[in-house]
Structures are given as C-alpha cells and as structure tokens.
C-alpha cells in the first residue's frame, strides 16, 4: 500500500508532465488516487490549483461521500463524484481528467448520446487488456452539465453501457480515463491524447481522398 | 500588501511560463501589477524587454501618468497607457498582453468593430464570475494603431460598451485581459488563449458539417 | 567500443529528448544499440517502459535470437526481431523506433505496399550518404501486424527491396529508422519526423494550388 | 568587444533555445557572430553539429575567406560564404540561419524569383528600423542550391535588389535573417517565425472568406 505522501509526490509529478503538453492550462483537470477500498479513501487535487504547480497541500483526502477527512487545505475537486462513480464502476485505482485542445474539438462536434470510434491504430495497444491495433474502441460523448449529481447519473448509465470503454469524454470539457494504478491511468491520458490528436488532425484536414493522394504509391 | 520585490519575482516567472508556451516572442507582450491604489503605483515590464529572460531590473515602477518612479532601468512598455486605461475602468489588480499565433490569425479575420463570441466551452468557467459553459464570451477586436493615446480612448470606449467582457484583441497584435490579482490575471491568460486556439482551429479548418462527419453517431 | 553503460546512458538521453517532442507517448517506441558483432549483442529498451523516463535498469542485452542475456530487468521489446532484422539487412549499429502523429496520419493513408517520396528538401541531406536536396527518398509503408515474425518477414524484403531507403513506416505505428552509430540514428529520426510533419502539413492542408496563391510574386 | 568566449557562450544559448522550439532540428542551422572588423574575424558554428547540444568546442574562427584560423575543431559550416556575404551587404554583427516547418512550407510554393509580402502585423516592429505594423516587409524566396559559390552570388543580388529587407528564405531550406548585433539577430529570427507561421496557418487553411465567416460581427 502507497503513503498518502508517495501520493501526492506522484499526482504533483504527473501535474507538471501534462501542464507541458497543454493539457490542463488554468485550473482546468483533476487527478485522484484510491488510497484504501474499505473504508474507501482516495487522494484528489482540491478546486481551483494549477496542476502544473501542484504543492503536496493541493491534494486532499476524501471519504466515500466526497467529504475532506485530511491531507491539505481547500475543497476537493468541484467533479469529485465523478471519479467516485468511476471509481466504483470501474474498480479503478486512479482517475484523471484533463483538458485538451483536440479532445475539446472532437467532443464539440460528436452527435448527442454519440462517442468517438478509434479503430486501426497501434497505440491502442497500451489500453489495458488491448492486444492488437484491430481492436475498436468507442469514446462516449457526454453533454456537459453544471449538475454535477446529474452529471454523476449519466456517467453512471454510460459505463454501465459500454464496460469495455477505457475512457469517455465530456463535451467541450476533455477526457476521463482511470486504470488499476495511476501509471495505468497517467499511460492512459498520454495514449488517448495521443489518438484524439490524430483523429482530430485527420478530421479537421481537408479529408483529401485517399485515391486522390498524389503520395500514394 | 505585496512588495516590489514579490511583484517582481512573480512578473519574471510569467514571462518564463508564456515564453515557453510561444506566446511572447521577440520582445512582445507586457505585464503590469498595481502596488498600491492612492496614489496609484504600478509595476510593468520595460519596453524592449524579452519577457522569457526578463530579470527584476527590467520591471519599472510608474504613477499614474506612467511616468517611470522607481525600480529597474529602461522605459515603460510603450503600451503602458493601456495597462493604466484597464485598471482604471476595470479596478484591476493586474495586467496581461500576450501576442500568440491563434490571437493573432483570429483577430485579422475578425471585422471592423467586430469581436469573438465564444460559448459552450467549459473553459469559461476558468473567468471570473462565470460559473456555467453556457456563458456567452464576447472579445471585442479593436483596429491596432501605433498613436496610443488615441488607442487608448478607443480602448476606454470598448470597455465601456462591453462591461462584462474579459478581454480584449488587438487586431494582428494580441491579447489584453487582467484580473483582480496577478494569478486571475495569468489564469485568464492561459484560460483565453486554449479558447482561442480551440476557436481558431475549428474556424480555420474545413468545417466538416456535423451530419457529414463520419465520426458521429 | 562503448561500454553498456555509456550505450544505456546514451539511450536514456535519447528517450527524454524524443518524450519532449511528443514522439514516444504512452510506452511506445523502442530504441537498440549494437554492443558487439560477433556474436551478436544489443543493448534494447525493455517492453512497456515509458521512453521519458528511461532509467539504465530499463535497457537490456541480448543475443542475436533476442534471448536476454544482461543487463537490466523485464523482457525485451515485444518488436526486438525487427531491430534484429535491420541491423542483419543494413549492417546498422543502432536501431530507433518513434511514434509520432505525423508518421501515424501520413502511414494511414498510404496505399497497400505503397510509400511516401519525398524530394526537394534540404533537410534531406541530413540523411547518411545524400548530398543534395534533389534526392527522392521513398519512405515505405509497410501494413502493421502484431504476429512478428510474419511482419519480420516483410520488413526484410522491403528493406531488400529498397536497398537505398533509411526509414519504413509501420501503418499507424510509426517510424523505424537506424544508423552507423547511435547519433547517425537518433539524427534520422529529428530529419525524418521533420520531413513527414512538413510533407504531412502540405497534404493534410487545403492544397491552395501555386498559381492561385496570392502571396506568389 | 566582446571575447571569444562571451560570443560562443552565448551562440550555445540560442542553440539551446532554437532547439527547443524544434527551429534546428538535426543538425540543421548555422549561427554567426563577427569578432573584429580589420580584419574580419567571425565566429561560426562548425558543420555537422546538433545546435541544440553545442559546446564551446563546436564555435570556430574564421578569416573573411571562410579559412578557419582558432576556436574548436572541425570545419566551418558548409553555408559559411553566404554569412560572409551577409555581413558584408548588411554590415550585419550577426546572422542566424534556422529551418522551421513553416519557413520549408512556405518557401516551398512561392514562385520562381519569389517571394512573401508580410503586412498589418506588430509583430513587424520587432524588426530594426521598423515602427508601424502597416511596414510592408518582403521577404525574397531563393531557389536552394547545393553550389554554395554560385549560390553566394545569388544572395549578394538578391540582397542588392531589396536593400530594406530583413531576412530571406532559401527554398525548402530555411530562414536567413541577421541584425546589428546578436540579440539583434536572435529577436530578428523569433520575430519572423512567429510571422511565418501565422501567414503559413493562414495560408494553408481553408481559407473562409472573411465576408463568410460565422464569428464575424
């Protein structure tokens, strides 16, 4: 079992790693760790911190309703019970939400009740339990929604219907993924930030059909 | 209070973090911090001054007038009458100009008397006051002009007739915004420039029409 | 001849610069470097460590079959027989694999069996034995498979196939490139990534044809 | 004047800082600084060198034939005659060579004898001698030419048939831009990648007529 100190060491560390590539500019993203399942504990960063200057202090700890029983100061994150919804859903580890250009572009244009369908690409691969690049994997789009206990119950519906997903996206809000550890969920941020980037470039391209591609061999 | 010192320590690190995002190249961009409100004391960069290696002798001490009273050596931005027009009408803490790429594009497409409305963006809530995406953002577009004081009465204008609004543009020139401190200030900065960037890739690609975007639902 | 140590040092180094430009997210890539020839040793990256944070504990040595014979923990890159495939055909002392947005958009829409030329480039003759810009590199595209063997198979009749290329693409996988030595290597890639962004950029835009282009002279 | 030392300190610095923004990828790029006048001497980066990785060793001495005369090892950089040309049109005390994706894409469709106008940009006043962003700066496209002595005579031309200029590109090969000094020099090269990229993601967007645009006013 993990101190609440290597914790937080870990949720700072990988703060600054996104803040580099732009992925949770302003207070945007919210990182959270299981730190005992019973009772349930989980470490979270509190409302309103830069993630790429996270302190130790900015990390709070939280019971199962989303209350601050220690760790630093401040209120936990405004989406707390989003990640108690994954966390329970999912039997995840570890949370993170960030916030990026491209996953911002592609959720704004996704159908209502519509998802991303990512399909032929190695890099999914590093999805946990993925072994091969034939694999589809469908992102939901959610609406987004400042009735965060709304918001929870239809997090709670969409990955009751899709448990194979790895992550869902919040319209012009960014991504969530989790996994059984925070190096999961932290490979699972750089992994689907990765492939929305290169859905987003290839869709918001000119589309030149393939046939027409002077390239083409 | 803070000291000159502590302003000036902090204005430094701005300057590293926007250069490292591309947003102040060259000499571009300025930034200002009021220490003291009667009589009015403001802290601002020198003119000429690259805000990626700035030092606490390249932040100068002015009045009101702008003329320079204290601190390092060097002339005032020569925007600083900008800087004294925003804290006047808007009793800000602090002062932000930053001059990025997507500013730029989206400010030289936008017309004459025209602005950037910006909605739907959970990116929002990051502004002062703004507590839901369904806010409606509007950044007005002002003609660039090198006669300042004449800029400036424009500039006094605009804030005027947009009492709500955030920030504002120069046309192919940048981006002023400021905030009740220095961290609103430097928040709001990276909090515009992601909507501006996400603005301006949507604008300026080839707008796939939702219902033909094979990605949908 | 360098040590393991120096080898390993090199390679972590190697993984933190490409980490910084976006080239080897998640865990992918994979970087070899020849020890000794006969028998065969190289020093590879283990399978699943992330290239950014590459410690010498994550650079193994194997034997010519790719059995682990030293060096650090793990196993070795589930894609060592394509390195060891590389360094039979093209004598290459080091072996880089990167995965970057460019080569995963520009490989996707490559045709079967097809490639992507490319001339006129200075940045060409960054490239082991090219001495002018009027150089037609063609960059192979070879179809991803996750059985190995099978695609090591491939790999070594393109590469007999195109005696003269420095590089093949793995559709939607990346870029394999190699050298003399390590730095002859890690230098293809900077080249090689820089070339596929440029010629990715000039696809991938609205292709305002020359003659129309009101910035001509 | 400056030493030896001073200046060589200070081109790594700007190597550093180049490569950071992916400006002088392999080993791309060329920087000089003049010593002495009577007789000239200049120091240069040698040939073949990683300019994001410089040491001092790497900055040679050279005469105003281009014959190295003290400093590191190696060979003066291969586009040595056309620095020399530039200090002599320009009395330049430093010229700067990068080669960005932008300047490649540009400089790859303007026309024969070409060029790209650049206009009702700020940024423009970063430029010596320029004080209004209404300054219409051409920038004159050379077609790359592996004849570095035949080239040479096509810079002294060009640089002859456009005395006000700051900068020119050489086709799919880069920028030249020079300045009085080399903090001149360095802010001249930010300054016009900043504008290349900007006219570039205008120009190779899907260019929506201003008239048509939904965020008009």
Chains 1, 2, 3, 4 share one sequence.
Not at 27 to 53: D, M, Q, Y
Not at 87 to 116: E, K, P, Y
Request: hydrophobic share 40%; aromatic share 6%; proline share 4%.
């Amino acid at each position: 079992m993990r101190t609440f100190a290597e914790i937080s060491g870990d949720l700072v560390a990988a703060g600054r790693r996104f803040d580099a590539r732009g992925w949770v500019l302003g207070t945007s993203g919210n990182f959270s760790e299981v730190i005992a399942r019973s009772p349930l504990r989980v470490a979270i960063t509190r409302s309103g911190a830069h993630k790429g200057t996270l302190g130790t202090a900015d990390i709070l700890e939280i019971d199962q309703s989303g209350t601050r029983v220690g760790g630093g100061n401040g209120q936990p994150s405004a989406e707390t019970q989003l990640h108690l919804e994954i966390v329970a859903a999912r039997d995840a580890g570890a949370v993170m939400h960030t916030h990026s250009i491209w996953s911002t572009l592609l959720s704004g244009r996704a159908g209502q009740d519509g998802g991303i369908p990512i399909q032929g690409y190695e890099m999914l691969k590093g999805l946990d339990g993925i072994t091969t690049h034939e694999h589809r994997e469908w992102i939901p789009v959610i609406d987004n929604d400042q009735d965060i206990p709304r918001l929870s119950l239809v997090v709670r519906r969409v990955l009751a219907q899709h448990p194979g997903c790895h992550a869902f996206l919040l319209r012009r809000h960014g991504l969530y993924t989790w996994g059984a550890t925070l190096p999961d969920a932290v490979r699972h941020v750089e992994i689907l930030e990765f492939l929305l980037e290169s859905v987003g470039r290839a869709r918001y391209s000119s589309a030149i059909p393939e046939e027409a591609a002077p390239w083409r061999s």
